[in-house]
Antibody, heavy 121, light 111 residues
Framework: EVQLVESGGGLVQPGRSLRLSCAASGFTFDDYAMHWVRQAPGKGLEWVSG????????GYADSVKGRFTISRDNAKNSLYLQMNSLRAEDTALYYCARGSGSGYVGSFDYWGQGTLVTVSS | QSVLTQPPSVSGAPGQRVTISCTGS?????????VHWYQQLPGTAPKLLIYGNSNRPSGVPDRFSGSKSGTSASLAISGLQAEDEADYYCQSYDSSLSLVVFGGGTKLTVL
């Protein structure tokens, strides 16, 4: 059974940093691209970042480019999102999602339950 | 403002058929990139409903169907049931932005 479990969310002050993690199990992790998608309270889905199976292709939404860094450790079956210079508008539920293939263009076929990030003083 | 445009809400009575549109442009849907659809039930994570424009993952009822034409795509739900009440999102890729893009979401109400 495919499982994606996010962790690392919490309350953080504006301008500070946070690192999210996603532990994957139930599939061959390095066969798939992985993504972070967020959802602000009461709002729609926003793609944040994606990474191909071998980290050779990486993309970011304009809203987070230069502040967030996605990475993965295939040996540990884990996906990460380093979030720096956090802003109030980054407050959201952050989902880890599996891409349907090895490259990051495609659908997201499995999702975690999300980890909540709240940016507030 | 989303790159892919969806109606904010649609509604229908049980048993009826509803469609949700997703309008893009020549740099995303019109460029040949696939459209995917997700269902998000209240308080839960999104679930893949349709992939590759018209394909259903295992376990998704055939009441759900997808299509694509030109710069638009549609999700159709027939035989509406109360448990279909949810938010629905379309998703594709935009080559001019080099980004994965979502529609703004459509709230389906079953009357």
């Amino acid at each position: 059974e495919v499982q994606l479990v996010e962790s690392g969310g919490g309350l953080v002050q504006p301008g500070r940093s946070l690192r999210l993690s996603c532990a994957a199990s139930g599939f061959t992790f390095d066969d798939y691209a992985m993504h972070w998608v967020r959802q602000a309270p009461g709002k729609g889905l926003e793609w944040v970042s994606g990474i191909s199976w071998n980290s050779g292709s990486i993309g970011y939404a304009d809203s987070v480019k230069g502040r967030f860094t996605i990475s993965r450790d295939n040996a540990k079956n884990s996906l990460y999102l380093q979030m720096n210079s956090l802003r109030a508008e980054d407050t959201a539920l952050y989902y880890c999602a599996r891409g349907s293939g090895s490259g990051y263009v495609g659908s997201f076929d499995y999702w975690g339950q999300g980890t909540l990030v709240t940016v507030s003083s | 403002q989303s790159v892919l445009t969806q109606p904010p809400s649609v509604s229908g009575a049980p048993g009826q058929r509803v469609t949700i549109s997703c309008t893009g442009s020549s740099s995303n849907i019109g460029a040949g990139y696939d459209v995917h659809w997700y269902q998000q039930l209240p308080g839960t994570a999104p679930k893949l409903l349709i992939y590759g424009n018209s394909n259903r993952p295992s376990g998704v009822p055939d009441r759900f169907s997808g299509s694509k034409s030109g710069t638009s795509a549609s999700l159709a739900i027939s035989g509406l049931q109360a448990e279909d009440e949810a938010d629905y999102y379309c998703q594709s890729y935009d080559s001019s932005l080099s980004l994965v893009v979502f529609g703004g979401g459509t709230k389906l109400t079953v009357l």
